[in-house]
C-alpha cells in the first residue's frame, strides 16, 4: 500500500470516529476527553490526527507541530500482527510482546489517555482491514 | 457485633449492615456523605450498640452493592432517595431514626417528608445545595484527574481540630477510596441539584440540626433559612459542636452518639 | 441459593472484612478465595453460590481492598512475606484448620508462596505464575503511574482490564469486571501490581508437597503457558498436580465462569482424597 493509499485509510477512519463509532469512541472509550495531536508512525511515516472533544478534526501525513502528543510508532511487520490480533495492551507490552509498539510522547500523556489511543488503533486496523 | 448481607432492591444487589443492636428500641438509618460507604458509620454502631439496631447500606455503586444497569449511578435527588425509600421497604424498617452526613444530612429531609420516620438527624446537612461548579463536576470522573489525590485538600480542611489521628486517617483513606463516577453522580448530580425546601413544613417528626463547628462549608448563616424552615417539626434542636466539622459520625462518633441520644430522649419525653 | 454473609475480624491490628457463603463443612477442606490486584471479596460470589450446599467457602478483602482497613500509614501490603503472613494470620484468626487457598492472578502467584510456606490442604492457582519479573522495564513506569493525581487510574486502566476479558464470558460477569476497574484505588493497586510484577518463587518450589490445581483462561494473553510450564517443571514433590485449560475464559475466570472452575476444584479434590 503507498502512503496516499494508507492516508485515505485514515479518512476512511475519520468518518468511522466521527461516525458510526461515535457513540461508542466518546462515552465508553473516553473520547470526549481527548483534544490534541494522536500520531501513528508506519515505516516510518507519520501519519497525525487532530482531535477535538474525540471529534476527528484532520489528518495528514507528518509529525505535529509541536511535536508528538501521543501515538504508537512500528514498521510494517509490527502494523501487520497488531491488524491480525487487534490486541492494543498486547501489541503494546513490553512483558508478552517480542517486539511491542513504541510510544510517542511522554509516559504520563500515553497513560491519561489509554482508552482512547487503543480504540482509535482498532478502528485503525478496521479501517484499513475490514 | 456489625454484620453484612446482601439484598436485591429494584434489580440491584445492595450491600446492607446492621450493629444487631436491639431493633425494639428502635432502628437507626444512616446515609452518608457524597462517594462513602457504610463504614463511615462503624463508629456509632459499635457506640450504640446495646442501644437501638444500627442499619448502613451502600447505595448502588458504592461500597460493595453493584451499580445500575450500564454501570451506571443514581444522579437526581428523586431518584436517589426513593430508591433509598425502596430499601426501607424491602427490609421492612419501619418508624426509622434518619440520620445523614453532608448528602446524607440533605436526604433525612428528603425522606421525613416522603416517609414515616421517628426523627431525623441532620448532620452537614442542608434543603438546598447548588454549590458544585461545573468545573468541578467535570473533572471528578476524567482521565486525567485522579479524584483520590484531586479531593484530598478540600476533605483534609473539612476535619475537625479536635479529631483523633485514627479518625482522620479513615476519613482521608475515604478519599483515597473514591470512586470517581460514583463521587460525580452523589456530589454533580444529587447534591448539587437538591432542593426541598418548599417541602420543608411537611416535617412534623422531631429533627435535630447538627453542625460542626470547624466547618468552613456550613456557616451558621446557612442553617438559619433551614432552621426557620422547620416551622411543623414537633421538637427542633439546633446544635453546633465544637472540634468538629463536616464528617461528624466519624470524627467523634461517641460525640455523636450521646448528643443523638439525648436528643430523642428530650424529643420523645 | 447461597446465604453469603459478612463480618469483620481483627486480623494483626487491621479491621479485616471477610464473607462466606455458610456452606457444610466437607472433609476435603475450606476454601480459603483471595481476590485479584486491586479488587475484593465479590469476585467469589459466583463460586461462594457454586459450592452453598458443599463446601464452606471464605474470601476476605486483603488490607486497604475493600471494606478492609489499610495498613498503617494508608497503605496495602507490599511483599510477598508480608502477604503470606496477613494470609495466613486470617486463617487462623478464623479457626481454619484445613485450608485450601485459592486464588487469581497476584494471588494466584502468591498461593505457590503459601504452598510453599504453610501448611495448606490444598491450592488452586488461577492465572498465576511462580515468576514475573517486569518492575525493571518499563513496565514499571505504568505502575508507577497508578498513584499520580495526573492519572485516573479508573481510566487508564479500562483497556488493559476489557483485554483480559474472555470471549465468552457473559455480559452480568463483563461488567461486574468492568465495575471492579471504576472502583479501583491507585496506591493500592500499585501495592499489588508491584508485588505481582516482582514475583518469584521458583526456587522453592519443590517445597509443595500439597495437592496443586493450576487453571488457565486461555483467552488471557497477560498470562502464557510458559509460566505454567515453569511451575510444573519445578513442582516435583506435589503428590497431584493438574493443569487445566479453559477455552474462551480470560483472566478473571471465577468471576467469569464459576461454574467450570467450581467443577474444576471439585473434581480435582474428590479425586486428590480418593
Same mark, same amino acid.
Given at each position: ?130 | ?182 463521587? +460525580? ?25 447538627? +453542625? ?58 | ?26 472433609? =476435603? ?15 467469589? =460470589? ?6 452453598? #450446599? ?6 476476605? #478483602? ?6 478492609? *482497613? ?73 505502575? #508507577? ?11 487508564? =486502566?479500562? #483497556? ?18 468492568? *465495575? ?45 503457558? =510458559? ?48
Amino acid at each position: 500500500m503507498t502512503n496516499e493509499e494508507k492516508l485515505q485509510k485514515f479518512k476512511a477512519l475519520q468518518e468511522l470516529i466521527n461516525g458510526p463509532e461515535a457513540d461508542e469512541f466518546l462515552n465508553y472509550w473516553d473520547g470526549r476527553f481527548f483534544t490534541g495531536d494522536m500520531t501513528f508512525i508506519m515505516d516510518n511515516v507519520p501519519f497525525n490526527m487532530f482531535f477535538y472533544k474525540g471529534k476527528m478534526i484532520d489528518v495528514f501525513i507528518g509529525q505535529p507541530s509541536n511535536g508528538y502528543n501521543v501515538g504508537i510508532s512500528g514498521d510494517a511487520e509490527q502494523w501487520n500482527a497488531f491488524f491480525e490480533h487487534r490486541n492494543f495492551q498486547l501489541a503494546t507490552s513490553v512483558k508478552h510482546c517480542d517486539r511491542p509498539f513504541t510510544n510517542l510522547g511522554s509516559a504520563l500523556a500515553n497513560r491519561q489517555n489509554n482508552a482512547v489511543i487503543a480504540q482509535v488503533a482498532r478502528l485503525t486496523a478496521k479501517a484499513f482491514c475490514d | 457485633m456489625i454484620t453484612s448481607r446482601y439484598v436485591s432492591v429494584n434489580g440491584v444487589t445492595i450491600f446492607v449492615e446492621t450493629n444487631n443492636g436491639p431493633r425494639e428500641e428502635g432502628v437507626m438509618c444512616c446515609f452518608g456523605s457524597a462517594g462513602r460507604e457504610t463504614r463511615q458509620f462503624h463508629g456509632m454502631m459499635d457506640a450504640l450498640e446495646d442501644k437501638l439496631e444500627v442499619i448502613a447500606f451502600d447505595m448502588p455503586g458504592h461500597g460493595k452493592s453493584w451499580p445500575l444497569e450500564g454501570l451506571k449511578c443514581l444522579d437526581t435527588p428523586t431518584s436517589y432517595c426513593e430508591f433509598i425509600i425502596d430499601v426501607f421497604k424491602e427490609l421492612n424498617i419501619e418508624n426509622p431514626i434518619c440520620i445523614g452526613c453532608a448528602l446524607g444530612g440533605n436526604v433525612c429531609f428528603y425522606l421525613a417528608q416522603h416517609y414515616p420516620v421517628r426523627a431525623i438527624v441532620s448532620m452537614a446537612g442542608t434543603d438546598y445545595s447548588p454549590f458544585v461548579s461545573q468545573a468541578v463536576i467535570d473533572n471528578l470522573d476524567h482521565p486525567y484527574a485522579s479524584v483520590q489525590h484531586t479531593h484530598i485538600d478540600f476533605t483534609d480542611s473539612l476535619i475537625g481540630s479536635n479529631v483523633s489521628k485514627e479518625n482522620r486517617d479513615f476519613i482521608l483513606w475515604g478519599v483515597m477510596t473514591e470512586i470517581g463516577r460514583v463521587k +460525580r453522580a452523589d456530589y454533580g448530580g444529587v447534591y448539587n441539584g437538591f432542593d426541598v425546601r418548599e417541602d420543608m413544613k411537611k416535617i412534623t417528626c422531631p429533627a435535630l440540626v447538627i +453542625r460542626g463547628a470547624d466547618d468552613w462549608s456550613e456557616s451558621e448563616e446557612m442553617h438559619k433559612p433551614v432552621l426557620e424552615r422547620l416551622s411543623n417539626s414537633s421538637h427542633l434542636e439546633y446544635q453546633v459542636l465544637p472540634g468538629i466539622s463536616h464528617y461528624n459520625p466519624q470524627e467523634d462518633p461517641e460525640l455523636i452518639s450521646n448528643v443523638i441520644l439525648k436528643f430523642l430522649k428530650d424529643a420523645e419525653a | 441459593m447461597a446465604n453469603i454473609t459478612g463480618t469483620y475480624i481483627d486480623v494483626k491490628g487491621i479491621k479485616t472484612y471477610y464473607e462466606t457463603n455458610n456452606g457444610p463443612k466437607n472433609p =476435603h477442606g475450606t476454601l480459603v478465595c483471595l481476590h485479584t490486584a486491586g479488587r475484593e471479596g465479590r469476585q467469589y =460470589h459466583g463460586l461462594m453460590e457454586y459450592f452453598a #450446599d458443599k463446601y464452606t467457602v471464605v474470601a476476605f #478483602d486483603m488490607p486497604a481492598h475493600g471494606k478492609s *482497613w489499610p495498613l498503617p500509614g494508608l497503605t496495602g501490603i507490599k511483599t510477598k512475606e508480608e502477604y503470606g503472613e496477613f494470609t495466613w494470620a486470617f486463617i487462623q484468626a478464623l479457626g481454619i484448620e484445613d485450608p485450601i487457598v485459592v486464588g487469581c492472578s497476584v494471588a494466584g502467584n502468591m498461593v505457590y508462596y503459601l504452598a510453599e510456606n504453610y501448611p495448606v490442604r490444598a491450592m488452586v492457582s488461577m492465572q498465576g505464575s511462580p515468576q514475573i519479573l517486569a518492575m525493571q522495564t518499563s513496565y514499571g513506569t505504568t505502575v #508507577d503511574l497508578l498513584d499520580n493525581p495526573y492519572v485516573s487510574c479508573q481510566h487508564s =486502566h479500562w #483497556d488493559f482490564s476489557e483485554s483480559l476479558i474472555g470471549r465468552y464470558a457473559p455480559k452480568e460477569a463483563h461488567d461486574h469486571i468492568m *465495575w471492579g476497574v471504576c472502583q479501583e484505588i491507585g496506591r493500592t493497586k500499585k501495592c499489588d501490581l508491584s508485588l505481582y510484577n516482582n514475583y518469584d518463587v521458583t526456587g522453592d518450589l519443590d517445597k509443595i508437597t500439597c495437592p496443586s490445581l493450576l487453571i488457565r483462561g486461555t483467552d488471557d494473553w497477560n498470562v502464557p503457558d =510458559h509460566y505454567y510450564e515453569t511451575a510444573i517443571k519445578g513442582m516435583v514433590n506435589c503428590p497431584k498436580l493438574e493443569w487445566k485449560k479453559v477455552e474462551g475464559y480470560g483472566h478473571f475466570i471465577a468471576v467469569e465462569a464459576p461454574e467450570i472452575v467450581g467443577e474444576l476444584i471439585d473434581n480435582f479434590l474428590n479425586e486428590a482424597n480418593a
